[in-house]
């Protein structure tokens, strides 16, 4: 027999939190058929968190005539005896069991999470829930023991369905990897379930690698002689079936269109529902149609990426009456490197139950993927440090040493993207490519620009170069184990090593002084701009020239001493070479008091490891040397680049002096569509967190659902949610926070899954990655103005270019965040929404006016009681029925 459990518990800790609910049940093994059951709620002597009764819908009063753990132990005990142990994410019931005295530890643990995230590759979420709703298995009164134990057994049955329904080379795979596993659980499964294995490791790999697809060539570039596009633009949208011409979407084609007929550079900000996408893809298809010139297209998220490369360009490749090319890359790291990737399996080694999981895993994906991105899986725990050992961004992966070069994605993606007229980017490997002076991409004389309002930031976080002291320590351990068979190199490397951990302690010790010195004694988040200031004796109290020379002398040495093996070896080095080269970089900027003239420098202390970063302090100047100089025509489109009217802001701030700015006109009826709605009677926004929930507790209430709230702390969504989920989840109504119980694809599913039931709440990180259409979005309310944190680093160094960084700065860049969330709100002719805005300074202060000015144009404004918007959507809702 199988014996699957559950625990409902008060918190996370097995230590100090407590057992409010044991569920067991008993089941064949070969049929799953349920033998017994056993369930009870437990007393825990203790007070139930608000927060874990709104996760689990058990309350104090629901358990205080309930038995305590003590008696029901002799129960839980026998049940479980000696049997297999089943369920979804097991190990946290089992350290909770543990410390109530019943140690499971060498049972056979059968763990459907780690089952499921071999054999359910591309689900973006591996909760009980979402799984049993793909699997159409019936779990009602989710988060209740029970219930969820009894869907646990039926998602085992599921998965054991699928391994028996997997092809013969895939069962091998996996299988073998299983047998290499010291887990008692994994060795179960394959045991019961897998033919066993004669393979050998070599074997292994080889048949991983011819199972890998190769990608065909889906779109060749066109040849012969290059003619006339055959249609305007209006034609063409005439002829896409379900698609019309609007006017504004034509009037912005034809501008860029001018913009490469005239090799001009254009600023565009083009509303939301306009069809800006094919405004200017089309235009740029005809222009490498008709000249054989790439454009590129740059993005300021892989997700938006992958969305024109999937969706869009493969629908006009399907119905433009010519034929083209296209492609997508990104960065080294997003692809996998199978060479390093068969190297991190090591023969010989027995697999732990983690890499055992992500190497079958990781094995399966490569025989399924064309494209061999990284992000097509998710990745849970320990299998995050596990990616830094298997992507591309090494020197063996394009080496012609390489056995396995013929089908190493990354190569393909570059050779694919050599030869295509339409090339699609993000700005993260764009501007790598900048750095490094051409490396990875080709000549970009024709760039177009989606989503450019943040390109200040998306510029500062590509051209980051950041380091762990600890990382450097890893590095000169993995590079002295290479060394092994080699005691004369390895002294050598040993004792230059000493020197450069001598150089790093001293500038080590010079920047945690001065963290601590800029840092509150109880922050624990310490993260400090070294200013002018760190250039005195009070921090610098050596010669840091010497210190400088000795770092690169050392480094130099090093490399030169590794440069004498062969090829194959050298490569196993450069990994960890690179580390070195990069804290030779970072030091040599962080020691130079001048660099903070082209350089921002922060510094960074988590417990005892200290992390050093940089970046450019003035993004535009950056651009303008080393892009916008070099570039025939360019295009900057988003539906929010001015601010009042005017380009000024993203101009200065991007160095766009020989850009022409255009203005595309919205198509909406935002005085029939929008509502602005300003409460003046919640008092000061610094001092009124109590009225701000009493609100929303009324206002939720009328709404019921297709609502988001976005504070800026966690600590506000955490106060919130503790306040008003119990007493909204008795109304019928969800409410999903971020970052509390949920992952973020289980979050956005149930809220679109139970809209007019459901309230999201979250801070503006949830509007960046979340998409939610056709009207199940109705009301935004925005508890804050979306200000820069003061004390970060970046933000101090650029208000320093400022005036009035405060005018000038901070408030451009809140009122763009603030139009993207409204721009979000209303996507359609027939969508309607209203914001709430809770924040007094937006009518109090005499810059408020900047907010309100900035919202688009006929939008009704109104400022009153937070009663009054309450009472009409009650009255509204009332005469509706």
């Known amino acids: 027999m199988i014996v699957a459990l559950d625990l409902e518990t008060t918190g996370l800790d097995p230590q100090n939190d407590k057992i409010i609910e044991v569920a067991l049940v008993k089941f064949h093994p070969d049929t799953f058929e349920i033998i017994d059951t056993y369930s009870t709620l437990i007393n825990p002597g203790i007070h139930i968190p608000e927060l874990n009764s709104t996760i689990t819908n058990i309350f104090d009063t629901d358990v205080e005539d309930a038995p305590s753990w003590e008696q029901v132990y002799p129960t839980v005990s026998q049940f479980i005896w000696d049997c297999p142990i089943l369920w979804h994410n097991v190990y946290f019931d089992i350290d909770f069991l543990k410390a109530y005295n019943i140690d499971v530890s060498d049972h056979e643990i059968i763990d459907t999470f780690m089952l499921s995230n071999v054999l359910m590759l591309y689900e973006k979420s591996l909760s009980l829930e979402h799984l049993c709703k793909v699997l159409q298995i019936e779990l009602t009164d989710a988060h209740r023991a029970l219930s969820d134990t009894i869907a646990s057994v039926r998602l085992y049955e599921a998965l054991v369905c699928k391994i028996h329904n997997l092809q013969t080379p895939i069962q091998e795979i996996i299988g073998y990897i299983f047998s290499r596993s010291d887990d008692l659980g994994l060795q179960y499964i394959y045991r019961t379930f897998f033919t066993k294995t004669t393979l050998h490791h070599g074997e292994w790999i080889q048949k991983v690698f011819d199972n890998i697809p190769v990608k065909s060539a889906a779109h060749e570039k066109h040849t012969g002689e290059v003619q006339e596009a055959p249609e305007a633009f209006e034609s063409l949208i005439w002829s896409f079936p379900g698609y019309s011409v609007r006017q504004n979407q034509t009037k912005m084609s034809d501008m860029v269109s001018t913009m490469f007929t005239s090799k001009q550079k254009y600023i565009i900000e083009a509303p939301t529902g306009i069809g800006k996408t094919f405004a200017y893809l089309i235009p740029s298809i005809i222009h490498a149609y008709t000249t054989w010139e790439q454009v590129y297209i740059s993005t300021s998220t892989k ?37 390093e990737f068969f190297s991190f399996t090591k023969d010989g080694h027995i697999y732990s139950r983690h890499e055992a999981v992500f190497i079958a895993k990781v094995s399966y994906w490569l025989t399924q993927t064309l494209h061999g991105e990284l992000s097509e899986l998710d990745y849970y725990g320990q299998e995050f440090s596990f990616l830094w050992d298997i992507h591309a961004d090494t020197l063996s992966t394009n080496s012609k040493e390489n056995t396995y070069l013929s089908k190493e994605f990354f190569v393909h993606a570059r050779k694919d993207a050599k030869t295509s007229d339409i090339v699609v980017v993000n700005n993260a490997i764009l501007f790598q490519d900048i750095s490094q002076d051409g490396a990875i991409l080709w ?101 840091v020239s010497i210190v400088r020379k000795t770092l690169d002398a050392s480094i130099i040495d090093i490399i030169d001493i590794l440069g004498k093996f062969d090829d194959v070896l050298y490569l196993q080095f450069s990994r960890y070479l690179r580390v070195y080269e990069r804290l030779r970089e970072l030091y040599s900027v962080c020691l130079d008091p001048l660099s903070k003239e082209t350089f921002i420098v922060t510094a ?278």
Not at 308 to 335: E, W
Request: hydrophobic content about 40%; charged content about 25%.
């Open 303 to 339: 997700a938006l990426q992958d969305q024109l490369y999937f969706k869009d360009l493969s629908f006009l490749a399907q119905h433009l009456p010519y034929p083209f090319s296209y492609s997508k890359l990104k960065g080294r790291k997003n692809y996998i490197g199978i060479h």
């Open 443 to 543: 000549e970009v004389k024709n760039l177009v620009f989606d989503e450019a309002h943040n390109l200040e930031d998306v510029v500062t976080q590509a051209l980051k170069k950041s380091i762990w002291i600890s990382e450097v320590d890893k590095s000169g351990h993995k590079i002295l184990q290479l060394l092994e068979k080699y005691p004369h190199e390895r002294d050598q490397v040993e004792h230059i090593l000493n020197t450069i951990d001598l150089q790093i302690w001293l500038i080590e010790g010079s920047v945690r002084s001065y963290i601590l010195q800029k840092t509150p004694s109880e922050s624990k988040y310490r993260h400090v701009l070294i200013g002018d200031d760190f250039f005195t004796p009070q921090y610098l109290d050596y010669d």
């Open 604 to 881: 960074r202390m988590q417990e005892e490891d200290i992390f050093l970063e940089m970046s450019y302090l003035h993004p535009g100047k950056y651009l303008e040397t080393h892009l916008w100089n070099d570039l025939d025509t360019c295009l900057l489109t988003s539906a929010t680049l001015q601010i009042n009217e005017s380009f000024d802001y993203i101009k200065w701030l991007l160095s766009l002096e020989d850009f022409s700015g255009e203005v595309i006109s919205s198509e909406f009826d935002y005085s029939k569509q929008a509502l602005l709605y300003l409460p003046d009677d919640l008092w000061n926004i610094k001092y009124n967190f109590k009225q701000v929930v009493a609100f929303l507790d009324d206002f939720i209430s009328v709404v019921r659902g297709r609502c988001m709230v976005l504070f800026t702390s966690f600590n506000s969504i955490r106060e919130t949610f503790t306040s008003l989920g119990p007493t909204m989840k008795k109304k019928g109504i969800n409410l999903y926070a971020q970052s509390i119980g949920w992952g973020k694809h289980k979050f956005i599913e149930s809220f679109k899954d139970y809209a007019d039931t459901s309230v999201l709440i979250g801070t503006d990180t949830l509007w960046e990655w979340i998409d939610i259409p056709g009207g199940d979005l109705q009301y935004l309310v925005v508890h804050k103005i979306p200000f820069m944190v003061p004390t970060d680093p970046y933000f101090q160094a650029r208000s320093k270019l400022f005036k009035d960084s405060f005018l000038e700065y901070s408030i451009p860049k809140s009122i763009i965040k603030l139009q993207q969330w409204f721009g979000r709100l209303i996507r359609t002719k027939t969508d309607t929404g209203i914001i709430i805005f809770l924040d007094d300074r937006i009518h109090t202060a005499e810059w408020g006016k900047m907010y309100t000015h900035s919202f688009p144009k006929w939008i009704k404004v109104r400022r009153g009681a937070a009663a009054e918007i309450v009472r009409l959507l009650w009255e509204t809702q009332k005469n509706s029925l």
